[in-house]
Structures are given as C-alpha cells and as structure tokens.
C-alpha cells in the first residue's frame, strides 16, 4: 500500500439523496486505539451523522464506531461526540457557512489515506420532497434512455 492510497470504510449513501452537496473536505478525526482497530475492521455507520459546533470546534455526532471484540476497558462509547481535526480558518469559514439558513455539514464517508482516518464532510442543504422526486425522474428517465441505446446497437 503506497503513502497515499485511499482504503473506504464507510459511505453515507443517503446525504446525496437527502441533501444538495454544496462543497466536500477531508478532515481528520480524533480517535482512540481501539477506534481505530474497529474502523480497520469496517465496524462503523455514517446513517444518522451530522457535525456541530461546540466551543469554536467543530464535532462529529452520532457517528457509529462499534466497539473493538479485543478490546476491554480500553473501548469507548459507540456514539460518542468526537471532534475534527480542521485549521483554525477553516473552522471560522466553515462556522459562517453554517449560520446561513439551511445550510448544514454532513459526514458523507471514513476511509484511510496512508495509516490515518480521514472523514469527508460536506457542506449540504436540505432537499424538499418535490426537489427528491425530481432526482428520481430524472434518473428513471437516464436509464431508460440507455436501456433504448442499448436495444438499439444490438
């Protein structure tokens, strides 16, 4: 495995049909040992995951990291509120992106670049319901028109 190869975990398949993805970043995310070791082992869930500020830091909350079999008293809390490892601008550009309205940051996959956990995030607003119906024509009418392609070039 290279300095930079990239190894996903997990993936939150709903954030894209949920939400409009406005911008991603890849952040860093402070963990314990055997965090980690459950993360390698792909033991973790993006479903409910949202960020939040908390003392002009940026958290993770919600995020299920299973723990560890091996682990004893060193294991934590599966649920617990774990924070991001961002730089102090980003933070601060970040934290007025969010004060609009609407506008909130959704994890949207885990995955290891080289040996650490990185966490992409993204910048998101809400869908309406006629917004998701929209997506889903739209996409009902892409695969049918290559299921006519296909039946063409036969």
């Known amino acids: 495995m290279g300095k930079d190869s990239i190894k996903q975990i997990s993936y939150n398949r709903s954030v894209r049909h949920d939400y409009f993805v406005d911008e991603t970043l890849e952040v860093g995310i402070e963990l314990f040992g055997t965090e980690v070791k459950s993360i390698r082992a792909g033991h973790t869930h993006l479903r409910d995951a949202w960020c939040d500020f908390i003392g002009g830091e940026l958290f993770v909350k919600q995020m299920h990291i299973s723990p560890y079999e091996q682990g004893n008293i060193f294991n934590r809390e599966p649920l617990r509120v774990r924070k991001l490892l961002l730089h102090k601008r980003e933070i601060t550009r970040l934290y007025g992106l969010v004060k609009q309205k609407g506008v909130t940051i959704i994890p949207i996959q885990v995955y290891f670049k080289g040996n650490k ?38």
């Open 117 to 154: 956990v990185k966490l992409e995030v993204g910048i998101c607003r809400g869908k309406k319901l006629y917004d998701k119906r929209d997506d889903m024509a739209k996409r009902d009418a892409k695969r049918d028109i290559e299921r006519a392609l296909k039946e063409r070039n036969r």
